[in-house]
Structures are given as C-alpha cells and as structure tokens.
C-alpha cells in the first residue's frame, strides 16, 4: 500500500467558533443539506454561540446529513458532545459545545420554526464555494 493510499484526509480543526459552525454547515451541504441557516446567537444564550438550522427533504436524508456532520467534525478533531434523534430522522440535535446543529425533516422545521423564535439572531452569510472548499474529499479511483 503507498504512502498516499494510507494517508487519511482530513478537514482542518477548527480553532474558533466561527470555524466549526462553517465547517458543520459544510459537512451539512456536502450531503444536500437544504434551506441553510447560521445563527449567531451568543448575545441571546449562554449555551453556545451559533445555531445551525438545516432541512432535509426525508428523514433517510436527514440522518444522512446528521450523520455526514457528526463523522466530518469528528475527523477534525472536534466530536459531538452529545446527539439526539438521529435514529428516527425528524428532528436531529448535535451539540459540538459552542455550536449547536438542528437537522429537520423539512415539514417538522416548518411546525417547529426555530428560524422565527430567533428571529433576534444575526443572520451569518454563507458563501457556498468557500464551504465547499472545507470539505476534503476522495479521489476518484480512475479504474485503470
């Protein structure tokens, strides 16, 4: 096996809040993450400082996307620090300590709507290509 089929790829840890919550919202898009929404919230909770607010149009993809966040931070370094609902799909809590990560079956954000209880929260803009650029992926195998 050569050295570069043993080297793992890795997305780099993040080292600030702001760095994880985009990493997340990467790892989120990666996997068709829809209706993305980054909260700023430290001025209004003393629990975390960036809600991230993503919808699923099933719950097989919600899981999916809960899943593809959990597995990419993890390769960085930074490990849930508690999940919930990822069996089930409808409504999926990943707690990463300073940003907390919502994944909804798109009809259950709908009845929930976080996005109107904090309405208060800055928004964060998300740029779609430095997001992508977070995410490490494999090469294709050229099948030679």
Avoid at 18 to 26: D, K, Y
Wanted: glycine share 10%; hydrophobic share 40%; with cysteine.
């Amino acid at each position: 096996m050569s050295k570069a089929a043993r080297t793992r790829n890795r997305p780099p840890r993040p080292s600030t809040a702001r760095e994880l919550a985009l990493l997340c919202a990467a790892a989120a898009l990666d996997k068709k993450g829809e209706d993305p929404l980054l909260l700023e919230v430290g001025e209004l909770t003393g629990y975390a400082d960036y809600f991230l607010l993503v919808s699923g149009r099933s719950t097989r993809q919600a899981t999916a996307v809960g899943e593809n966040v959990t597995r990419t931070l993890k390769k960085a370094g930074r490990p849930a620090l508690g999940v919930e609902g990822l069996k089930e799909g409808t409504w999926i809590l990943l707690d990463f300590g300073e940003v907390v990560v919502h994944v909804f079956h798109q009809p259950v954000r709908e009845f929930y709507d976080l996005d109107s209880l904090w309405g208060d929260a800055p928004r964060v803009e998300l740029d779609l290509a430095e997001l992508d650029g977070l995410i490490i992926r494999k090469p294709e195998s050229s099948g030679d």
